[in-house]
């Protein structure tokens, strides 16, 4: 079992910057894809941001240019630094990996950004 914590969400006002975690319970962390989603409720899901076990990275076109995704494989995390903040931004945004074929997420980070 594996457990996903994100932390780093808040309330800031559109132009700000948040720096979300993602702390992994197992090492196993460390060499898999991780990915960053988004979803308000009423609203499909997003993937947001994806960073493979060697460091190469995709984002969404939302995001792109704004958002930065990095690990820390010796600590077991991810961060997704958030910059240039939109309102549009506003979400609940989860940590996700699969491990051993198995789907674990976290339980998300609400992001509220004003206008």
């Known amino acids: 079992q594996v457990q996903l914590v994100e932390s780093g969400g808040g309330v800031v006002q559109a132009g700000g910057s948040l720096r979300l975690s993602c702390a992994a319970s197992?090492?196993?962390?460390?060499?898999?894809?991780v990915r960053w989603s988004r979803q308000a409720p009423g609203k499909e899901r997003e993937l947001v941001a994806v960073?493979?076990?060697?460091?190469?990275?995709n984002y969404a076109d939302s995001v792109k240019g704004r958002f930065t995704i990095s690990r820390d494989n010796r600590k077991n995390m991810v961060y997704l630094q958030m910059n240039s903040l939109k309102p549009e931004d506003t979400d609940v945004y989860y940590c996700?990996?699969?491990?051993?074929?198995?789907?674990?997420w976290g339980k998300g980070a609400q992001v509220t950004v004003s206008s």
């Open positions: 197992r090492s196993a962390f460390s060499i898999v894809t």
């Open positions: 960073i493979t076990s060697g460091g190469s990275t």
């Open positions: 996700n990996a699969n491990i051993l074929t198995v789907d674990y």
